[in-house]
């Protein structure tokens, strides 16, 4: 298993316009980017190879929150020297004037080509079906399971596999001519609480989320070899009641393997992801 969390995937001509065009939108939404520049030392951002147009519009926008700032602070420190005030003390990283950009509340950190996901695509619906009742027994043999229980496990992984099976069908990830994009935003507010729709991320992708199945089982296979987030929780519908959920970074030591869950609850006390194709 290898932890590259900046793997420069390769975009043909049509899918790079595709994802410049769903990421221009997004910022359309108040979904700003994830910077290197604000956040120092940390690397988790789009490749500007790729996503220039869409980085100098960060930018751009970055810049005129600062120029609005910078331009309060000289009017005002202007006015207060013409009446005669004392310089007010700037120590100690004082702001005279405070300029926020308020976003939607997850930042939009990655994009990739859904294709580079394809190939952990199954083959068949049944062997589809044979992974998850696997899955779901886990370490145990089926000697050891009552037959009761293993009906139950079957009808599970049945119902599971028919419904990854349909989502990947409506995202066409057989389709080796498919340009969408797999997007990665990162939670900039706390997600433990819950809006009228019980909805721990306030519902922002309620119109994002059709196919969580599809494409937590599609990140869960992609990360059992390759780590691209740094976060644990990584998830791709966001209702308290029950969501798919993957932990990025289960288990203890250097020996964690990432885990799937298609109905998980509850919300989160610490950074989430959230991963949808566009």
């Not at 069908?169 to 019980?198: A, L, P």
Request: proline share 4%.
């Amino acid at each position: 298993m290898t932890e590259h969390y900046y793997d420069n995937h390769g975009y043909t001509s049509k899918q790079a316009a595709h994802a410049n065009q769903v990421l221009a939108g997004l910022m359309k939404r108040r979904f700003f980017l994830k910077t290197s520049e604000s956040n120092p030392g940390e690397d988790f951002c789009l490749n500007p190879r790729v996503f220039g147009k869409v980085i100098d519009l960060e930018n751009s926008l970055r810049s005129a929150y600062l120029d609005a700032n910078a331009t309060a602070k000289k009017m005002i420190q202007e006015k207060e020297k013409l009446l005669g005030i004392d310089p007010v003390n700037l120590d100690n990283n004082r702001q005279l004037v405070i300029c926020n950009r308020y976003g939607a509340g997850f930042e939009i950190c990655r994009a990739y080509p859904l294709v580079e996901f394809a190939k952990y695509a199954p083959r068949t619906l049944g062997e589809l079906e044979e992974e998850h009742y696997k899955l779901f027994i886990g370490s145990k043999a089926e000697d050891d399971i009552s037959p009761k229980d293993l009906r139950s496990h079957k009808q599970k992984a049945a119902v599971v596999a028919r419904q990854i099976w349909e989502e990947l069908d409506q995202i066409e990830i057989w389709n080796t001519d498919n340009h969408r994009c797999v997007v990665i935003f990162e939670s900039k507010f706390n997600c433990s609480g819950r809006d009228q729709n019980n909805d721990f991320a306030k519902s922002l992708f309620a119109d994002m989320q059709k196919t969580p199945f599809a494409m937590g089982y599609l990140f869960w296979k992609y990360s059992l070899v390759t780590r691209i987030v740094p976060g644990n929780h990584v998830v791709f519908s966001t209702s308290r009641g029950s969501h798919v959920n993957v932990q990025h970074w289960a288990g203890y030591g250097k020996m964690e393997i990432p885990s799937i869950r298609y109905s998980y609850e509850g919300g989160y006390d610490c950074p989430v992801l959230f991963v949808t194709a566009l």
